[in-house]
């Protein structure tokens, strides 16, 4: 039987910063703090989806961007039981000592060989003693940790990565069940999503981030524009604008969604700004975040922790297409029209790593939420006649774990193209 709400309160956690990178910090700041002093040298094994996923994004409040000044920062806080907020809080000269870390190229990363998507072994020394620290899976699964070659912590990993013992027993219908029924005093947490990613998309709406996607979609609300109707367009821009503030290093947590950041933004802003439009009631609000985030989490199981393909495109932006399905009237049946509508619309949507761009894939997303909604609820959507698609929605999120691993060389080669630029670059 599914435990729904401890599922959700392990998968909707809190986040400062893409976590990818923060990941990196974790683990550095659990290794260093089994140092007698100050880390004079960082070495990072990760798996290529990490690299992938931390090269080009902002880290909150450094103004700089990449994998060597996450682990430095990690290093030098050591904060460890904030884990996705262990960059939270951390004073100028932490930063300049990390900075310091990092023009001595202290940080060295290569790519570890490895069949787990999500792989972060971090070893530091001090001089003296060394550390390290090893997370699996999870952006906080932490399996080992040493200190001088003795084992402090070491939790094996007993099932391989996608086997049929991981699954977490979620269906199309047991979600629908479960966030129709449960007792709105149980289901409430949720709605903390609100508040904190709507905190971000105002600062992204305010500030110039990146590509600032959100602020300049918002501006055709002010009839700059007759493509899109200004429902349409308002939700499309603070949800867009969130990334845009998160991708440029904003020092603001956001509420994740199955491990991501991006993913929590796509999966709740829609929803919740619609809401807002519509005067839905709290728990109408509550019920739509709780259906889009197990429609999240469940896709997640097929497509992978991390992918070649986009996690907040496709399955965020699924998510927030039942949600806002849900909120209008929808019921099952239209629940599971707006999912074979959406990875029909969206299936081939690449994944090359965290950065700005992103912004323009959440905006595209959740574009293409509304489309999906609005068919669904006119009882259409596409057949087994149609591709990948299945009649049935349970398969058709199956066949996204087909999908995934078939794109597995894509994968290799847009590491191998983003890795040519930076060494170009240098």
Not at 237 to 245: E, F, G, I, K
Request: aromatic letters at 4%; proline letters at 2%.
């Amino acid at each position: 039987m599914v435990d729904f709400i401890a599922l959700l309160r392990k998968e909707v956690v809190p986040a400062e910063g893409c976590t990818e990178p923060v990941a990196v910090a974790y683990a550095t700041s659990i290794a260093s703090e089994q140092l007698g002093g100050e880390a004079t040298e960082i070495r990072l094994k990760l798996s290529a989806n990490i690299i992938k996923n931390a090269l080009g994004v902002g880290i909150p409040g450094t103004g700089m961007v990449g994998i060597e000044i996450a682990a430095a920062l990690g290093a030098v806080v050591r904060q460890s039981a904030k884990k996705l907020e262990v960059l939270q809080g951390f004073t100028p000269s932490q930063l300049d000592d990390a900075k310091d870390l990092v023009a001595a190229h202290a940080v060295h990363v290569e790519q570890k060989t490895t069949s787990e998507a999500l792989y972060i072994e971090a070893i530091l020394s001090d001089g003296a003693d060394t550390a390290r620290a090893i997370i699996v899976r999870d952006h906080t699964n932490v399996v080992r940790v040493e200190k001088n070659g003795e084992v402090l912590l070491d939790e094996p990993l007993s099932v391989e990565e996608g086997s049929s013992g991981e699954g977490t027993g979620l269906t199309v219908d047991n979600i629908w069940e479960f966030a129709t029924t449960a007792k709105f005093e149980d289901i409430k947490f949720v709605l903390g999503s609100a508040p904190l990613n709507t905190k971000v998309s105002e600062e992204g709406l305010r500030g110039d981030y990146g590509l600032e996607v959100g602020k300049r979609i918002g501006a055709g609300a002010s009839g700059r524009t007759a493509l899109l109707n200004q429902a349409a367009i308002r939700l499309m821009s603070v949800t867009a604008a969130a990334s845009d503030a998160r991708m440029g290093g904003c020092p603001l947590s956001v509420m994740t969604c199955a491990g991501s950041g991006n993913q929590g933004i796509a999966s709740s802003m829609p929803i919740v700004e619609l809401a807002r439009m519509l005067g839905s009631s709290d728990e109408d609000l509550a019920r739509a975040l709780v259906i889009s985030d197990l429609i999240v989490i469940h896709m997640k199981e097929y497509m992978g922790r991390l992918s070649p393909l986009c996690g907040s495109g496709i399955a965020g932006g699924t998510g927030s297409c039942c949600g806002i399905t849900y909120l209008q009237g929808g019921g099952l049946r239209e629940l599971k029209c707006a999912i074979n509508n959406m990875v029909a619309m969206l299936q081939g949507m690449i994944c090359d790593g965290a950065k700005s761009t992103c912004a323009l894939k959440i905006a595209a997303g959740t574009n293409a939420a509304v489309t999906c909604s609005t068919l669904a609820l006119a009882d259409i959507a596409p057949t087994s006649m149609d591709g990948i698609i299945y009649d049935d929605a349970e398969e058709t999120i199956r066949s996204m774990g087909d999908l995934m691993r078939g794109f597995t060389q894509t994968d290799e080669a847009i590491l191998s193209i983003m890795l040519a630029k930076q060494l170009e670059t240098r």
